[in-house]
């Protein structure tokens, strides 16, 4: 993957804190729906699911402040949902509930809205069109500073399973530009990170599932001092 599109990714601690209000939500409904009488329909079971994951992604969020990452309420005509605002480096996040076994979402007016600058964020900082498009030209806006061009992320999970992808849609809404499975992300100990209180986008360390080998890493000695 293009290293700029990476920095544009979400950080190994947000990753980490928005599993866990995911499987947060996720333990409280299915704790809930078990004791819930029953009832022929049963249509409360996806809605209090979804109410109980953005309940407690907001919650941890809001209790990270560090991240300087921000919740905001919103609906698309009857359906409410919430979005994180990565404040630092102007990136959007939503969290969705899309099935395993479906790639894709269908198109949707506030998706797109969400996706409508990718490319012009990509591009502005430096993507090449090869790298997005190969030899198909796209025409984008004038250039209006990386801090202008917000770049949107979906956090899509299953609703049966702890499967959890990252990605980010073209402004077309017709495939991905990046789709990466972060289940795994859940097991990071977030506690042992470092906070930060703010950061500019060329000082993203670019997060890698693997660390260096002992043979890799280089220790510079200092040279002895006379007494």
Known sequence: MNPLIEKCMLTSEQRNLILRGIQEGKNISKSLIASHPETTTKTYIPRMQY??????????????????????????GLHPYIVINDTSRNI????????????????????????????????AMG?????LFGDIYYQYSLPVGVENQPFGIIVCYDGHSDIVFEGALRPEQDDWIYKEDITDFINLDSHNLV???SYNLSDIEIPFKTSQEDDDIVIKLKNATSS
Do not use: C, W
């Open 195 to 197: 906070p930060i209180n």
């Open 92 to 123: 959007f996040i939503l969290v969705l509930k899309l099935p395993k076994n479906k790639y894709i979402f269908n198109p949707s007016r506030y998706r797109g809205d969400f996706a409508s600058s990718n490319f012009d964020r990509l591009l």
């Open 127 to 131: 993507v090449t069109q090869e790298d």
């Open 51 to 76: 109410d109980f994951v953005n309940t407690y992604v907001e919650k941890i969020i809001q209790e990270n402040p560090h991240t300087q990452m921000k919740i905001y309420k919103k609906k698309a």
